[in-house]
């Protein structure tokens, strides 16, 4: 069956880093884009970041920019989002999800567009 598990969530203080995993099992990891949503208390879930099956093509939302960085290891299905200067704002639960896509270089920051959704990871910023 299909497995997206993500890990590396914590307690971290303001200006911390993070690395979120996400390991995928049970489908054809090369013709899937991978996203990274985040849902804060009391706020709608909302994209962060995303990467093509190829790799060659990604997405971040503007307020994570220059900061966090998305990468995907095909040899082990895995997606890394790499996550510095953190900020108190970005408490949330990450999830990562999994989107089949039309072509490789395909990714995208709409949640409606994803197929297949992971149990989250806390990351919560605190002082």
């Known amino acids: 069956q299909v497995q997206l598990v993500e890990s590396g969530g914590g307690l971290v203080q303001p200006g911390g880093s993070l690395r979120l995993s996400c390991a995928a099992s049970?489908?054809?990891?090369?013709?899937?884009?991978i996203g990274w949503f985040r849902q804060a208390p009391g706020k709608e879930r909302e994209a962060v970041s995303c990467?093509?099956?190829?790799?060659?093509?990604?997405y971040y939302v503007d307020s994570v920019k220059g900061r966090f960085t998305i990468s995907r290891d095909n040899a082990k299905n895995t997606v890394h989002l790499q996550m510095n200067s953190l900020k108190l704002e970005n408490t949330a639960v990450y999830y990562c999800a999994a989107m089949k896509v039309p072509h490789n270089d395909y990714c995208s920051g709409s949640q409606y567009e994803y197929d297949y959704w992971g149990q989250g990871t806390q990351v919560t910023v605190s002082s």
């Open positions: 049970g489908f054809t990891w090369d013709y899937f884009a």
């Open positions: 990467i093509s099956s190829s790799g060659a093509s990604t």
